[in-house]
């Protein structure tokens, strides 16, 4: 018997592997997934043995149906609540918000409310920063004159370089008596046990986020937090896609230009922020944190140029793809045009129809994408959406001057979204992300001009340019492609 296993011992493990994989696919195809998910993750398991098995026990869980997150204790705090009822529209302070808003524009205010209670606050003051040395000089002034506390939540934190002056500055606060909370992804982000005691040794309460075994092999594991927040005595807020790393600084000798999209809040919006940041920290911390006064922001402002503002976020914490039907709900809204920036376009297939339907109706769909990816398996994916947008009318602009990592929908002239969220599938359904949603004409208008700044170090693709690419670079696309669910 052991002589006959071990001259059949492949054979043998092959028999095991298929019978698991028929086993793992019927209970896939139960799930009622969506079919091209199903279908990627069926084609994996039977076309990779053992790996197939090992990519579908790493990737294949799916959370959102058992929350992750428990909101009741945040939703139900009465600080919070009366934060939201003093922060929150009523139609004595906005009677003609629709009007104000546009019905298509009004439409994704609505969704958000109904979705995820998201506070509409008309209060803010907001700057947009351009790349990683804008917002880093504002956010090290900002962290220096902390004066109660610093909570931060990041997808990438490296101990070197920026990163480690960032860090030396939290412990310089921590020392200060200022209260010092970090929240960090365990994949995303490499930060040294020399590090992590000093980091406690002076005072800052730091958990990672899922903590995973052998996390620098494990850079595609699911449930990330791939959100970016700053939270600072409650009435300062950053938000978007620059990571706590000196590659995202282009004053840095770095390889290679980094072009990233940042926000600065200053008013309401900060309260959903740090919302936002409570859920992260009880759920990574193990501890109920008490939402006290001091955390939300103290009282409406009074800009100049008052911004209304409002806070998606999702992950599988949230009963619906929040940031996906904002993004969905925006391109069904548009009627003049749609501009997007993200560093990975795989769309699922309502944000693909929503686009193409749009250009074929008349709509100005504009899209910028990297040259050259950080990653040769998105590279091609992206690649393979590009044929079927240029035939139906989308112009698609790939960034050459460096790789562009801003996440950016601008619609027409009263809405855009700078947040976290890649237009890919991994964003819409599996990382938890979170956008600040900006209504408001004079944004918009910066944000155009910023697009058509970037459009400068473009390379335009032409449908028959395109069309003319060889069948090895086709194959590539289309085998990539299968695996976009999955990236």
Known sequence: MVSFLKDNIWPFLLGINYLLVIIFSVLIVLKNRNPVK?????????????????????????YRKDKIFEKKYVEDNDRLKKWRSSFSLNNSEREDLKEFLGEGIFKIYRLMRNNERAVLTFDNEVDILINGEEKF??????????????????????????????????????????????????????????????????????????????????????????????????NIGYVGGINLDQKYDNSFNNERYWRDTHLRIRGGAVGALQSSFVLSWNFAAKDAMEIEKILLPKQKSTPQKPVAVQVAASGPDSDWANIMEAMFCAINSAHESILITTPYFMPNSAILTALTTAARSGVEVKIIVPYESDSVVAQYATDSYIEECLFSGISIHRYKKGFIHAKTLVIDDMFSSIGTANM???????????????????????????????????????????????????????????????L
């Open 424 to 486: 890919d599938y991994r964003s819409f359904s599996m990382n938890f992300e979170i956008n600040a949603l900006l209504y408001n004409k004079d944004i918009n208008q910066q944000m155009r001009k910023q697009f058509h700044l970037d459009l400068e170090d473009c390379d335009e693709v032409t449908l028959e340019r395109w069309q003319n690419r060889n069948i090895i670079r086709r194959l590539k696309e289309s085998f990539s492609r299968l695996f976009a669910p999955l």
């Open 38 to 62: 199903t279908l990627s993750y069926i084609f994996v398991l039977a076309t990779l043995p053992f790996i197939g098995l090992l990519v579908y026990y790493f990737f294949g869980q799916d």
């Open 137 to 234: 000089k504002y956010l090290r002034e900002d962290l220096e004159n902390a004066k109660h506390h610093i909570h931060l939540e990041y997808f990438v934190l490296f101990d070197k370089g920026l990163g480690s002056e960032i860090i030396e500055l939290l412990c310089k606060k921590a020392q200060e008596g200022i209260s010092v909370r970090l929240i960090y992804d365990d994949v995303g982000s490499n930060i040294s046990n020399a590090y992590k005691k000093k980091l406690s040794d002076s005072g800052v309460k730091h958990f990672a986020f899922m903590p995973v075994l052998f996390s620098n092999s494990t850079s595609k594991l699911n449930y990330r937090d791939h959100r970016k927040i700053v939270v600072i005595d409650g």
